[in-house]
């Protein structure tokens, strides 16, 4: 069973960076996109970004595009997020997901979900 796990939540201001990361164990994910999608309080979980094993193309959300950069290191079975020029709407619980596809992720097909990180951004 693959098991994603985040890393590298906490409570930033507003304009501040966090970085996230992400390393699956139990399986080999070879092949395979991985994402993000982050629930706020009180709404309704959303698609963040997502990248195909190849590293091309990422798909971003329109409310993180140009903020946000999902990069991947396959050998290391790990993504990353790195979140730049933050703000109090960013504010959620960031899921790390493995799917069949980048586009399949941001359509919500989702092979496994990982238990979340909070992000915080205070204004």
């Known amino acids: 069973q693959v098991q994603p796990v985040e890393s590298g939540g906490g409570l930033v201001q507003a304009g501040g960076s966090l970085r996230l990361s992400c390393v699956t164990s139990?399986?080999?994910?070879?092949?395979?996109?991985m994402g993000w999608f982050r629930q706020a309080p009180g709404k309704e979980r959303e698609f963040v970004t997502a990248?195909?094993?190849?590293?091309?193309?990422?798909l971003y959300a329109d409310s993180v595009q140009g903020r946000f950069t999902i990069s991947r290191e396959n050998a290391k079975n790990t993504i990353y997020l790195q979140m730049n020029s933050l703000k109090p709407e960013d504010t959620a619980v960031y899921y790390c997901?493995?799917?069949?596809?980048?586009?399949?992720?941001?359509?919500?097909?989702?092979?496994?979900w990982g238990k979340g990180t909070l992000v915080t951004v205070s204004s």
């Open positions: 990248i195909n094993w190849s590293g091309d193309r990422p």
């Open positions: 139990g399986g080999t994910i070879g092949g395979y996109a």
């Open positions: 997901t493995v799917c069949p596809g980048a586009g399949a992720c941001r359509s919500g097909l989702v092979h496994y």
